[in-house]
């Protein structure tokens, strides 16, 4: 009872703090799973990659039914993340288990970044007004009612050869850490194709769920998939998902990331100490 309690608190905490910083609940729960419960690491990526299937399509719906992700550019650049998530479990498997804590700490270094400097940017900085002839053939262009605004953004999506090989990237980082590296993902439709930032929030939602599906099959026929881990540990996500989105309705949600960042580059430094210490 004690441990089941102890695996649902973890859950809680990685829902809470991922939701707040934007990287998921699994970029948090795996550090504490592998830190302070002492669960191999591969065990403890392969059981949060499904956490991450779990909250991804709760997020994902909701996004849908508000018309704010766009199924076009989420389907078009879902090949990309599925084929990056199976060369990430290849990846997996090939590194060693000093380099794969190392890896892990310096992308949860790196992984707030955007999130802290795009809070305080404009929406609409990078939004094109032209497409290339392949974003145009695949109809990669959209429209949705921003609340705040209250007005209808239209928007169209360009580069699209640059975001599919960029989303490929995200998508092995994906498969080697059983995170849903929604940071990166948004970077590409933000920065490179030039998608308003909720929209690629939201469409990054809905396509972590079918990343992490590709690299969670792969998982639970590897045997890296502890079923008690996660029937425990999702419901503490969904809750602590929950949880913090109404603390973001009322507090300062800058302030809070700031915070929360703090706590994730504590867990990327106790990530990379341990894969040092197990180097020597």
């Known amino acids: 009872m004690l441990e089941a309690i102890i695996l649902f608190t973890v859950g809680f905490a990685g829902g809470f703090i991922g939701a707040l910083t934007g990287l998921g609940g699994a970029a948090v ?12 690491i591969r065990v403890a990526i392969g059981s949060s990659i499904m956490i991450t299937i779990a909250s991804s399509s709760a997020g994902g719906a909701s996004y849908l039914a508000r018309g704010l992700a766009n199924l076009r550019v989420g389907y078009s650049l879902a090949i990309a993340t599925i084929v990056g998530s199976m060369i990430g479990v290849v990846l997996n498997l090939v ?11 310096l992308i949860l270094l790196v992984a707030p970044l955007p999130g802290l400097i795009r809070s305080s940017g404009s929406e609409f900085v990078r ?21 705040n605004k209250r007005m209808n953004i239209e928007y ?15 998508g092995a980082i994906a498969g080697l850490l059983g995170i849903g590296a929604g940071a990166f993902k948004v ?32 998982y639970v026929i590897l045997g890296y998939t502890d079923p008690i881990i996660v029937s425990l540990l999702v419901p503490g996500v969904i809750a602590g998902s929950y949880t913090s989105s109404i603390i973001l309705n009322k507090l300062p949600s800058k302030t809070l990331r700031i915070i929360f960042t703090l706590v994730v580059w504590t867990l990327a430094l106790q990530m990379i100490l341990r894969g040092l210490q197990s180097a020597a």
């Open 29 to 40: 729960s795996t550090p504490i799973l592998t830190g302070f419960l002492d669960v191999p």
């Open 95 to 105: 590194l060693p288990v000093k380099a794969l804590y190392i890896v892990f700490g």
């Open 127 to 147: 939004i094109h007004r032209s497409q290339d002839k392949i974003s145009s053939l695949l109809g990669l262009k959209g429209s949705y009612y921003d609340e």
């Open 156 to 170: 169209k999506a360009s580069k699209y050869p640059q975001a599919f090989i960029a989303m490929t990237g995200a």
């Open 187 to 218: 970077l590409s439709m933000d920065y490179i194709m030039g998608l308003p930032f909720k929209v690629s929030t939201a469409t990054s939602s809905f396509i972590i769920g079918l990343t992490a599906s590709a690299a969670g099959i792969q």
